[in-house]
């Protein structure tokens, strides 16, 4: 019995997504050089970060300034993810992030997945784990059975050019996490890699009791200061 080919992703199909090159991710010249389009190093960052965490949640892929439950923040708040935003190329380049840090459900997810959508419109890699399931993928390699090893996982982690990790600091403490989380994030931090960090920890001392100090430090070095994202929680006002 024939089975249907599946679809391939947009960007696999043929065409460019930019309308300038014919699909190939090259442009030939009148000259009958050949030079690269800009889809080609969208295509190579997506094809990067292919099969890595959640990706962009299909509840996150409409994420705006202009909707809610972004448009209802602190516009004092919203100012310095704007600007991130805007030089998103330049910031990710140079292996800045943002911190996010707050009580549940206000807005902090959503703004993270704003940050890396923008990322990724520009053709940069983004994985995005929470960071519960993110440990759970490195002992995952562990199992005699697994189809990959924990240095191939280790070095797309630190190689993807944004990581997102959600709810810090939510996952239990154990000398193995703390190993696990400075390892990763202190990689990116030696070769410049952007970090977008979400946690429900708002005191800096208590984040450094449960994820360790180095760990802190090196994130305040790549994202700077904690964006507090105060306020109700806006799933159970919305539902209201």
């Given at each position: 019995m024939l089975r249907p080919v599946p679809e391939p992703p947009d960007d696999e199909r043929s065409g460019c997504p930019l309308g300038v090159c014919e699909g190939n991710g090259w442009i030939l010249q009148e000259d009958g050089t050949a030079i690269a389009c800009e889809c080609r190093?969208?295509?190579?960052?997506?094809?990067?970060?292919?099969?890595?965490?959640?990706?962009?949640?299909?509840?996150?892929?409409?994420?705006?300034?202009?909707?809610?439950?972004?448009?209802?923040?602190?516009?004092?708040?919203?100012r310095p993810v704007r600007m991130f935003v805007e030089g998103i190329v330049e910031n990710v380049e140079a292996g800045r992030g943002l911190w996010f840090t707050g009580d549940l459900g206000t807005g902090k997810t959503s703004l993270a997945m704003l940050v890396s959508r923008a990322a990724e419109k520009q053709g940069k890699s983004v994985a995005v784990?929470?960071?519960?399931?993110?440990?759970?993928?490195?002992?995952?390699?562990?199992?005699?059975?697994?189809?990959?090893?924990?240095?191939?996982?280790?070095?797309?982690?630190?190689?993807?050019?944004?990581?997102?990790?959600?709810?810090?600091?939510?996952?239990?403490r154990t000398e193995w996490v703390l190993e696990q989380l400075y390892a990763i994030v202190n990689e990116r931090w030696q070769d410049e890699r952007s970090i977008v960090v979400t946690t429900n920890i708002t005191d800096l001392d208590d984040l450094r009791e449960q994820i360790g100090s180095r760990t802190v430090s090196r994130l305040l070095e790549i994202c700077g200061d904690p964006l507090p994202i105060m306020g109700p929680d806006l799933r159970l006002t919305s539902a209201g």
């Open positions: 190093e969208r295509r190579i960052g997506q094809a990067a970060s292919r099969g890595m965490g959640t990706g962009i949640p299909k509840r996150f892929r409409g994420v705006s300034f202009d909707r809610k439950p972004i448009c209802d923040l602190d516009p004092f708040v919203l784990y929470p960071v519960t399931r993110l440990l759970a993928e490195i002992k995952d390699t562990y199992d005699s059975d697994s189809t990959g090893s924990y240095m191939q996982l280790f070095r797309r982690l630190c190689s993807v050019d944004m990581l997102q990790l959600d709810d810090l600091g939510a996952e239990k």
